[in-house]
């Protein structure tokens, strides 16, 4: 809207001129004052539009002090000891690549921080975190304001604290957020193209190792958009799909006197709605996932529920980690078109009587035709040349009419009369 109302502006200010003129070069010239004026108005429209184009051309990407960048992911590339049974990988998030570490055997695992200290124990007593390690601290936010108490330190003695009953936890590992790319790197680089390494050491019992991989990157990759079929699947139960990247939510509301039971990823009660408000159930696997951001486990699905409270509306908001895309990276971004990449469900009780709602995920790629943009951005400097030009011109022509000399001036008795001199 600046460019076009700056052209408007100028082509006023040239219609204008052309009105003056109109009346005759000989009754008078344009006072100074008003020249001036017109001027400093070209200015006002020459400068701001070389400034906005100036930043659209040369405006670097920006992102919050600490953030991961997200078109940076971190890959796995092997896990450098003979774990068995034990599962660890690297998932890639909306927020950043994290850790999910999942180990129901009797053996221990360990994950040592960046300065070699423990930071998790993970196995048959839960998860213990060393509360002593900053690393504790920082694993549970990418980037942002990360408070370390005075107390935690590297290579201090270790501060064992459970946070978690289940042998399985996910964390964010800065040494997975590690990598910069500047923008002109990203210009250079293809889709997907790996660079880099990462590596975190790793103990199983008394054995020691390391997971190791690298970095890859991922420009926008695009949109994926979440549906349900029915938004009302029974009288006052209210459904609402919410958009993720690329996991969907889905926002549950019961509206009347009755009860409404989410079943979590395993066919276990997960959430309770009622005329009382929302509860949700502490053995559900679904739920401690959810808390933890790791796979659903731990839990006792086949126990009965414990429900316990969470608010006094009967309202709830959860993430439906099954529907989430199977298509790999590479797949998505060689999309040309809009496309349903994943097929899912949510199923309730309401009121004893079994309810399954499918939704589907649509996934819209990003242009990445750079040239649309080049184009705008070419067209936009062609503009303000012809803008530019159109005002020096017309300005030049007015300041010569006004300066000319004395030779310029019809001589005294000349057949050339001024307009109105009969008047």
């Known amino acids: 809207m600046t460019h076009r109302s700056s052209r408007g502006t100028a082509e006023a200010l ?16 344009v006072p100074a004052v008003t020249r001036a004026h017109l001027r400093r108005a070209a200015r006002w429209i020459v400068v701001p539009l070389v400034v906005g184009l100036m930043g659209i051309v040369v405006a670097p990407s920006a992102s919050a002090h600490g953030a991961a960048d997200p078109s940076i992911a971190a890959v796995l590339d092997r896990v450098a000891l ?52 900053p690393d504790w601290y920082t694993s549970k936010l990418v980037g942002g304001d990360v408070t370390v108490p005075p107390r935690a330190v590297d290579r201090g003695t270790p501060v064992w604290v459970r946070v978690s009953q289940d ?32 590596s975190v050491p790793v103990g199983y019992g008394d054995r020691q190792g390391t997971v190791d991989g690298h970095f890859e990157y991922r420009p926008p990759l695009g949109s994926f958009v979440p549906s349900l079929e029915n938004l009302e699947p029974a009288p006052g139960v209210r459904l609402a799909a919410l958009p993720g990247n690329p996991v969907p939510g889905v926002s549950v509301e019961n509206r009347r006197d009755q009860e409404v039971i989410v079943l979590g990823e395993v066919g276990e009660p997960f959430l309770r709605l009622t005329g009382e408000g929302v509860e949700h159930n502490e053995l559900s696997p679904t739920w401690l996932a959810q808390q ?3 796979i659903a486990s731990g839990g006792d699905p086949a126990a009965a529920p414990q429900w316990v409270g969470m608010g006094s509306t009967p309202q709830a908001s959860f993430t439906v980690r099954g529907a989430e895309p199977d298509l790999a990276p590479a797949e998505l971004y060689a999309m040309t078109g809009p496309a349903d990449v994943k097929d899912w469900s949510v199923a309730m009780v309401i009121d004893g009587q079994r309810v399954d709602v499918a ?63 009969d008047r």
């Open 292 to 294: 933890s951001g790791q």
């Open 82 to 133: 003979d774990m068995p049974g034990v599962s660890l990988t690297v998932q890639t998030t909306s927020l950043g690549s994290q850790f999910v570490l999942e180990n129901p055997t009797p053996t221990e695992a360990t994950v040592m921080s960046a300065a070699g200290d423990p930071l998790f124990r993970i196995g048959p007593e839960g998860v213990l975190a060393n509360f002593r390690s």
């Open 359 to 421: 939704g589907v995920t649509t996934f819209t790629p990003v242009e990445r035709g750079g040239d649309a943009t080049w184009w705008w951005i070419g067209g936009s400097a062609v503009l303000l040349l012809l803008v530019g030009a159109g005002l020096w011109w017309w300005l030049r022509r007015g300041r010569s009419g006004h300066d000319a000399g004395p030779d310029d001036h019809p001589a005294p008795g000349s057949h050339r009369r001024e307009v109105g001199a």
């Open 14 to 29: 040239v219609r204008t001129g052309r009105a003056l003129r109109r009346i005759g070069p000989a009754v008078t010239s």
């Open 167 to 198: 042998p399985a936890w996910g964390w964010f590992d800065h040494r997975l957020h590690d990598a910069v790319l500047t923008d002109d790197q990203k210009d250079s680089m293809d889709t997907l193209e790996p660079f880099g390494a990462w």
